[in-house]
């Protein structure tokens, strides 16, 4: 079945970096577009990056533009949340999705300021 293991959260400073991994399988990874999500306490889960399945193509929420990057690796399954510049409203569990309806269980991410 789908499945979506993320990682890669942790805690970490105002201003700081951390890289977002998420394996996927049940399905044939190389032709869906991806996506990383996120859910703060009390909000609700919202879009934060989107890639197009060759990897070619990306969109971004205006909130992270120009400090977050995704990226994939069609051998490996995986898709990559490169997150700089953290701020204390980064904080959320981030999920990685494939338009299949069901999510993971998510990777934490906590910024202290």
């Known amino acids: 079945q789908v499945q979506f293991v993320e990682s890669g959260g942790g805690l970490v400073h105002a201003g700081g970096s951390l890289r977002l991994s998420c394996v996927a399988s049940?399905?044939?990874?190389?032709?869906?577009?991806m996506s990383w999500y996120r859910q703060a306490p009390g909000k609700e889960r919202e879009v934060v990056a989107v890639?197009?399945?060759?990897?070619?193509?990306?969109n971004y929420a205006d909130s992270v533009k120009g400090r977050f990057t995704i990226s994939r690796d069609n051998a490996k399954n995986t898709v990559y949340l490169q997150m700089n510049s953290l701020k204390s409203e980064d904080t959320a569990v981030y999920y990685c999705?494939?338009?299949?309806?069901?999510w993971g269980k998510g990777t934490q991410v906590t910024v202290s300021s």
């Open positions: 999705a494939g338009g299949f309806g069901n």
């Open positions: 890639i197009s399945s060759a990897g070619t193509t990306t």
């Open positions: 049940g399905f044939t990874f190389s032709s869906r577009v």
